[in-house]
């Protein structure tokens, strides 16, 4: 997933490049919150072909995000078309496809007509917030973490400690879809009549592909719905009973790579294999080459993203992090411990959007203009806070403004705010996941910023790696298409042909940014439950 959206519409081949008659080529797509992008790599995982357009989100309401699904739709087919010809190849040269898409972002439609009944619910949406908060504090889930943590203290069972933990956030599937359900009539009455199918996005966009042949999911994007048991690899029958939720509205869980059916001929001239399905930041995992135990991807897109590679292993913990599948690639299975922060790209491009800079690129050299952001703060909480504060209620917010306060005192106080909340998410990730960390790897459009970088850098006194190409949701999705038709051998191929850019490396001591961060927790908890009713 990508932050930045000032992106070319289309990039010409890169130089020395591989002839482009060898072999074919693979296309990556990742449809972002802020832009759909796609790339055409050729065997040695250079990128020949590029196109991007942006993601525009839709306001209905305050709290409500949505994602108009025929726009997204004629975009999607755009940007593969655009792509394709900024290589210079034509389509029958594309020999596999890969998707990947942000998360827990969805959509009801009509199985007959294939007509949708409302715009994608986007996961940055708030209209289920009283409905979390009334089924977090209900009998029934205290009922369940009670009687788990009772059968833990016995059994030691990884499975009970993590029902022991469960709870329920906006950023689920399953409450916003529990709203539809419970508020959209002609949705209860496709639902009645056996009419209505659910989708994430790459749910529909496969259903779209192949005129309505295919309809599946991959593990990566069904266990960030919050309505799937990834310790018994399957739907949770628990959660759909708890919330009316029928289990026959859900699609089919395929692997992540997998044959999963070909592109229409009437869409592309050609069919086109489709072969992953993955999620945005499992995608970008395995782009990085994150293959191994302790490996951690730091992602900075719309929001910012910290998954650590736990093996064979779910872990669940109190602070925040949250157990995900990463991929299933045949017998296979790799899992993620993640957690997240929301306005990251969605707070610089604000601050764009209000003309406190032209371009995104501009944010690093007004930052380092200054010795500091004399005393300014920013709480980047557009969409609630996350973990390890947990409040959809809170505001965003400047706090300790002056008459001397200018443009560059905020925009630093905003990209400080980035890194201080990159600090929060890893000391949470040190203190309850206790992995060796093996490398860090950072991708995402504010990745570009080195001052964010390097920040990052010194508060977590670790190296971290930035590739040469950061749309690693795009490279993720096309590695695993890749590997399922037999373009790239394995993942030891795909390693080789990893290229990192720059390593930075801790330059200042944690204490020099003590105060300042003591400071903005202070500002981030004033922010907090700001709004009583969404």
């Known amino acids: 997933m990508s932050g930045l959206p000032g992106v070319p519409e289309q990039t010409r081949p890169e130089q020395g490049a591989p002839d482009p008659l060898r072999a074919g080529f693979v296309v990556g797509l990742d449809v972002g919150s802020s832009v759909i992008r796609c790339h055409v790599y050729d065997q040695e995982a250079r990128i020949r072909g590029s196109s991007a357009q942006k993601v525009e989100s839709l306001y209905p309401q305050t709290g409500w995000v949505e994602i108009d699904p025929d726009v997204l739709w004629v975009q ?34 009509n199985k007959k007509t294939g007509n949708h009944f409302h715009n994608f619910i986007s996961w940055q949406d708030l209209r289920a917030t009283d409905l979390v908060k009334s089924w977090n504090s209900s009998l029934i889930i205290k009922l369940i973490h009670g009687s788990c943590r009772l059968l833990h203290f016995f059994t030691r069972s990884k499975r009970l400690l993590a029902a022991s933990l469960f709870s329920f956030t906006t950023q689920h599937v399953s409450l916003r879809l529990a ?113 191994h135990t302790g490996d951690v991807k730091l992602t900075m897109g719309t929001g910012t993203f910290l998954d650590i590679n736990t093996g064979k292993n779910l872990l669940q913990t109190v602070g925040g992090f949250y157990p995900l599948i990463g991929w299933k690639i045949g017998q296979e299975v790799v899992c993620l411990a993640e957690s997240n922060a929301g306005g990251t790209g969605t ?23 200054l010795e500091d952001s004399e005393g300014v703060y920013f709480v980047p909480s557009f969409s609630g806070l996350q973990a390890p504060l947990n409040d959809p209620h809170a505001c965003a917010s400047f706090m300790g403004l002056k008459p001397s306060t200018n443009k560059h005192h905020l925009v630093r106080a905003i990209l400080e705010s980035i890194a201080f909340r ?22 995402g459009g504010v990745c570009k910023n080195s001052f964010v970088m390097q920040m990052t850098s010194d508060l977590i006194n670790q190296n971290i790696d930035r590739p040469v190409h950061i749309d690693m949701s795009c490279r993720g999705a096309a590695s695993l298409a890749g590997l399922a038709v037999g373009f790239w051998t394995d993942k030891e191929e795909l390693k ?15 204490q020099e940014y003590e105060m300042s961060m003591e400071n903005w927790v202070k500002a981030v908890r004033r922010s907090m439950n700001w709004y009583t009713k969404m």
């Open 422 to 443: 990159n600090k929060q998410l890893y000391d949470v990730m040190q203190k309850e996941i206790h992995i060796p960390i093996t490398k860090i790897r950072a991708d």
């Open 347 to 369: 707070a610089i491009k604000w601050a764009q959007q209000l003309n406190l800079f032209t371009d995104a690129a501009e944010t690093e050299k007004m930052a380092k203009h």
């Open 76 to 109: 999607f087919v755009a940007v593969i078309k655009e792509a394709v010809k900024a290589a210079g190849i034509e389509m029958n040269q594309i020999i596999s496809l890969g998707i990947s898409t942000q998360r827990a972002t969805f959509i009801t439609w």
């Open 496 to 510: 080789k042909l990893r290229q990192s850019e720059m390593v930075f490396k801790p330059q200042k001591k944690w």
């Open 179 to 291: 709203w539809v359900l419970q508020n959209l009539m002609e949705v209860q009455k496709a639902v009645e009549e056996g009419n209505c199918c659910f989708g994430t996005v790459d749910t529909w966009l496969l259903h779209k592909l192949t005129k309505g042949s295919e309809y599946a999911t991959d593990f990566s994007n069904a266990s960030t719905t919050g309505l799937f048991d990834s310790y018994e690899m399957c739907w949770s029958r628990l959660i759909a009973s708890l919330l009316s939720i029928p289990l026959s509205l859900l699609p089919p869980v395929r692997d992540t790579s997998h044959n999963f059916g070909t592109v229409d001929e009437e869409i592309f001239g050609v069919p086109i294999p489709i072969t992953a399905l993955v999620a945005d930041q499992q995608s970008a995992m395995f782009g990085e080459c994150c293959f």
